[in-house]
């Protein structure tokens, strides 16, 4: 609302009258946007209380996934190959034997025939349909096929034409001696599939000098052959998934006597995953912590101190901290029945955060019982993976808390849904009062410019009148 800058021509000070009445309708508006400040603050404040009850979920429900549990490790180092294992691998020891590792032929042009790698080789000129085909044994592979211009035909051409299509074959030049170059091709994967046969169409002539007839077998092609606790296993490539499940051997030299693969479940990965569960609860806490702070006023103070959380007092989350912490006293099923077992347990005392109720891991008992009795542990957190099962239940209440589906709003849902239609409504009374307010205002214009122009008037009717006095005396 802009201020009136001609009033007070005929009356001083009703432009600052103006104003002051302006500022002090005003206050109303800041009244309304206070409210809103404070609300916008509390769907933020949801919004961070969300985030965190959504890590803790992921991480809950990872405890709750059998896959978890079933993770492995390689504990045993060989020389002839080494092992990586996924989940679901067979834990055990198997006896494994590398009699051959997998290659890739190579050919090469045959020695004394090339003096030059920058000689033209092609018979034929003025042609377009010079083409060299190289063709992979493979059933997946696709022949590539090069074209090449007259200028193209030397050993250096013809290198860059094949590496340029980018296939399953590499062309390089290798000089073996004065006046003897050789045109090098290897295939890019190993094994008796990718065996090569070249065609060159268009030239005979040089047909004569790379084509499959003229080529010796430098390398020949070999399949990887390995013994897997007395079965050979055949396998065109090096890296070999398919011997063990769950088990990716990759092949590195031939043995000299047979070696052992040990596989065993994996300790550090069930223990990580129980660690991430125990940060992102004790995260939680913090962040409720901070959103429910309260500082009492300071001496003589009247508003509440301003360090104070946006969610102080706040029931929905409290009582979400109150559903997960029963959560942790549930009695389970199986070797374990409570978390202290394992070496989980809450710590009496707030923490530096003025979080209440965090979890301590005992590392070394968790290690013990990860170790001793493994499949114990993950009866405890899976349970029958749909209502047993202590990381079962949380996921369970966290899905519920988190639902943002029509009809099944979770707590959390509902309680921003509230705040919403509250800011809606605050919105409309800021609206609705701004149009007050300017209504207030025009009647004032219009009042205060009628005064202003009525004294106005006065004044020169009075200035007038002297005027005329002084001229009849």
Partial sequence: ???????????????????????????KLTAIATQKTKYDAQITGYGKLQSALTTLQTAAAKLGNADTWNSTSVTSTNTAFSATTTTGANVGEFTINVSKIAKGQVLTTKPGTIDSNTKQLGGTTGTDSRTITITQAGADSKPMTVTLADGDTSLNGIAKAINAANGGVSASIVRADNGDYRLMLSSKTTGTDSDMTVTVTGDDTLKAVIGSDALDKQVPSQNAVINVNGIDIIRQSNTVTDALPGVTLTLKAKSTADETLSVTRSTADNKKAVT???????????TIASLTKYEPPAVGATAQNSSNGVLMGDSTIRGVQSDLRALLTNVQEGSYAIMAQLGITQDPLKGADGALGNLKIDDKKLTQVLTDDPAGVQAYFTGDGKTTGFATQMNNKLTDMLSTSTGKEGVIQSAKDGINITLKSIGKRYEAMELTIEATMARYKKQFSDLDSLVTKFNGTANYLTQQFKTSS
């Fill in 1 to 27: 609302m802009a201020t009136i800058s001609n009033l007070g021509v005929g009356m001083p000070g009703l432009s600052d009258l103006y104003d002051k009445l302006q500022a002090a309708e005003e206050i």
């Fill in 276 to 286: 991430d569960w125990v940060t992102a609860y004790n995260s939680l806490q913090s």
